[in-house]
């Protein structure tokens, strides 16, 4: 298959390195422009909070208080919306969950573990 050169990104980073003092160079005739490229096809792009309706933050609440694991959370996510969800998120977003959960109970960040489970058999 025959490619159009002119269609190609031009991006190009050149360096080179003085042999004596071992200082690596950007060349001038680097090109840092990029263009031409496809679109990133929506599969493949990372989910966020923004792809999540308010009934599916609901859920993901519900999941993380009834103690299931992020990494079956994200891939629950990402079944139901159909972008990959990171462990990473599904875990900040736990964090966040509980911090939340925690809050409205009257627990705060700086109770040490003792208070919040006093508070938590208050409750």
Same mark, same amino acid.
């Given at each position: $298959? ?9 991006? @190009? ?21 990029h263009n ?8 493949? @792009? ?10 599916? $933050?609901?859920?993901?609440? @519900? ?24 462990l990473d ?6 964090r966040k ?17 003792? @208070? ?8």
């Open positions: $298959m025959p490619t159009d050169y002119n269609k190609l990104c031009k991006f @190009q980073i050149k360096v080179t390195m003085n042999y004596y003092t071992k200082h690596w160079w950007f060349l001038s005739s680097s090109n840092l422009q031409d490229h496809p679109p990133v096809w929506i599969k493949a @792009q990372l989910g966020g909070e923004h792809d999540l309706s308010a009934e599916q $933050m609901k859920f993901i609440t @519900q999941l993380y208080q009834h103690s299931v694991a992020p990494s079956t959370i994200s891939d629950i996510m990402t079944k139901m919306v159909g972008k990959e969800f990171s998120f599904t875990s900040n977003l736990g969950v509980t911090e939340t959960i925690d809050t409205a109970n009257g627990i705060t960040a700086d109770m040490s573990s003792a @208070q919040k489970t006093l508070e938590c058999l208050r409750l």
